[in-house]
């Protein structure tokens, strides 16, 4: 189930007649009858709301529409199939019959909320990596500037003083609409939501024409869903064209990106951050590595220059916030402006769990990086900026993508100092042979230069987390990698809390208070599990 419903104080009465006018629709019965909000699920139907029964994977909405019209939904969207069974269950509300629910109802949800996304300036953000925090970021820049803003995504919607965590990247359509709709009411001006491929596949993002779309980069990730490479990288182009989008910006650092760029059927600029790219409209120069971030200087080609800062460690947050930068000047923002609004600190802003710093010294760093190539992202960028040893704790998860775990093992033991193998979301695996596959990976490293890894393992994570927090001279690193903002860990189907930032301050408190400090010791296997 979805996180929560957020509605506009005063809602529209829109007819059932007028909802039939899309494409691919029609009614069956009273026309006259209204409605003023779109639910999906059931258990959430409140008065006046249209019910949408759409055909998943698992069960057809319809099965549900009885219950939903009993706590007052007063009419239906669904298909043929769906429209049989809400007439075999005795419900006698009209029912909007669509050809396809899920192509339908971003319009519909739209059309009933009173197309919101089009009274307020808006930015996307695709990409395999980087959406989280270049929202944050342009949500950081906008404030700067005056703006009245709003924020969808992964960690959080928010707009004003409401703030609701989320449980996926991009809500469904219904609540997506419901939540805009109740941004414009509050004055929003400004949204700036993360895209995320699935949300173009199943229809979540119709109704929305951005007005600009922005592309981080694309690697391997979601092939369960999408299949290939290929069809993962197609959905995702999609938000590059004019039924979605108006304008887009494009990081062109990786072939994914390049390619992206050539087959957008909107105008695209493209940001190249990591080379200079003679092609690219504007390119990452003069980068300067600080301990807490990195200035950079924007060039566009025909010599124009936008010089900045980003407040988050990592190389990728450079470019995360030229892309933030890129997309705000392609809004009509002055450069100028922009700079003076940001002013010294530039993109300030802190991303829950995204290369969070939580101390200076030790440097305490959480961050979501779950995959092996993130992991070596997260832990070369720290290396440049460390002089004592960078250690880092992380573990990998449980049920899915086991090949990743040796991988990831590799990765740690070939950049950090100090491996601390501990437990991500075992889920419903045992996390004892989880660690033992990511330690054989840490182990099966050789060719490095210079003595080699500290390699131990230690459970809980918690436990872990205080060791090497504990342990760390003032001068290290101590990286906590895979669970970001999270604040649950599945242990064999049972939710746990657990939060990173929580158990690193603990331990930077208890060391700030006096206590010894201690050298953490490999874990006794067998006596490890959370
Ligand atoms: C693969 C996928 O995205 N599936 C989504 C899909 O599930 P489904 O087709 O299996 O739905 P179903 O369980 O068969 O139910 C069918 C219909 O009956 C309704 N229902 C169901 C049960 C009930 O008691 N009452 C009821 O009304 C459901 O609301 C639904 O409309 O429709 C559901 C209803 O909205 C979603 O919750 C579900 O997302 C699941 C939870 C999910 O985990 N999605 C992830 C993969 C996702 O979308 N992730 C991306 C980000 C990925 C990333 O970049 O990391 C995201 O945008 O969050
Ligand atoms: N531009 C980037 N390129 C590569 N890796 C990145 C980039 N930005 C962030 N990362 C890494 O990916 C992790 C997730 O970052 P972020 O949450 O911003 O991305 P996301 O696309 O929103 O992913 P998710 O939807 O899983 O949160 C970060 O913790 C960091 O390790």
Redesign the pocket.
């Known amino acids: 189930?979805?996180s929560s419903r957020i509605l506009p104080p005063a809602r529209r009465q829109v007819q059932v007649a007028d909802l039939a006018a899309h494409p691919g629709v029609r009614l069956e019965g009273d026309p006259t009858v209204t409605v003023s909000s779109v639910v999906?699920?059931?258990?959430r139907a409140e008065a006046g709301d249209l019910f949408?029964?759409?055909?998943?994977?698992?069960?057809?909405?319809a099965s549900?529409a009885a219950d939903?019209v009993s706590r007052g939904a007063t009419a239906v969207l669904t298909d043929a199939a769906g429209a049989r069974a809400v007439r075999d269950a005795g419900c006698d509300v009209p029912v909007l019959v669509a050809e396809d629910v899920r192509a339908t109802l971003g319009a519909v949800a739209a059309a009933v909320h009173g197309e919101p996304a089009a009274a307020m300036r808006t930015f996307g953000v695709t990409g395999?990596n980087g959406?989280t925090t270049t929202t944050f970021l342009l949500d950081h820049a906008l404030r700067a500037l005056g703006r009245r803003t709003g924020l969808v995504g992964?960690v959080e919607s928010r707009f004003g003083d409401t703030v609701v965590p989320s449980?996926?990247?991009?809500p469904?359509a219904p609540e997506l609409q419901g939540w805009l709709a109740a941004m414009v009411a509050d004055d929003v001006d400004t949204l700036s939501m993360?895209v995320?491929?699935?949300?173009i596949a199943?229809h979540?993002v119709d109704g929305i024409v951005f007005d600009v779309v922005g592309f981080t980069n694309l690697s391997q990730?979601?092939l369960d869903?999408h299949g290939t490479l290929e069809d993962y990288f197609a959905v995702k182009a999609e938000l590059f064209g004019p039924e979605r989008a108006r304008r887009g910006v494009v990081v062109v650092d990786d072939e994914w990106g390049a390619r992206l760029a050539r087959e957008a059927r909107v105008p695209v600029t493209t940001v190249a951050t990591t080379t200079v790219d003679a092609d690219a409209d504007w390119t990452v120069q003069d980068v300067e590595t600080e301990p807490g971030g990195s200035r950079f200087t924007l060039v566009h080609r025909d010599g124009r220059r936008v010089a900045t800062r980003v407040a988050l460690p990592g190389g990728f947050n450079v470019a995360n916030a030229a892309l933030a930068c890129v997309m705000l000047l392609e809004s009509g923002v002055d450069a100028d402006t922009l700079v003076a609004a940001l002013g010294p600190e530039g993109f300030d802003a802190r991303v829950p769990g995204r290369m969070e710093v939580l101390s200076d010294a030790p440097r305490v760093v959480v961050d979501f990086a779950h995959n092996a190539d993130a992991l070596e992202l997260a832990l070369s960028s720290l290396r440049m900026t460390t002089p004592g040893r960078l250690v880092v704790v992380f573990g990998a998860t449980g049920d899915r993508d086991r090949g990743k775990r040796p991988h990831m093992g590799a990765v740690a033991a070939r950049f950090a100092d100090v491996v601390v193998v501990t437990d991500d979301d075992p889920h419903s695996e045992p996390p004892g042979p989880i660690r033992a596959e990511v330690i054989a990976g840490a182990r099966a490293v050789t060719g490095r230069e210079g003595p080699g890894p500290e390699i131990l393992e230690i459970a809980p994570r918690a436990e872990a987390i205080r060791q090497a927090v504990l342990s760390a001279a003032a001068t290290d690193t101590v990286l906590l990698a895979g669970r970001g903002h999270e604040t649950v860990q599945e242990v064999d189907g049972v939710d746990l809390p657990l939060d990173d930032r929580v158990e690193a301050r603990a331990a930077l408190a208890a060391r700030s208070t006096g206590r010894e400090r201690t050298a953490p010791t490999p874990h006794d296997e067998g006596d490890t599990h959370a």
């Open positions: 189930m979805s999906l699920d059931n258990r949408a029964a759409v055909p998943g994977a698992r069960v057809h909405g549900f939903a395999t959406k992964t449980t996926l990247t991009t469904e993360e995320s491929s699935h949300s199943m979540r990730d979601h869903f």
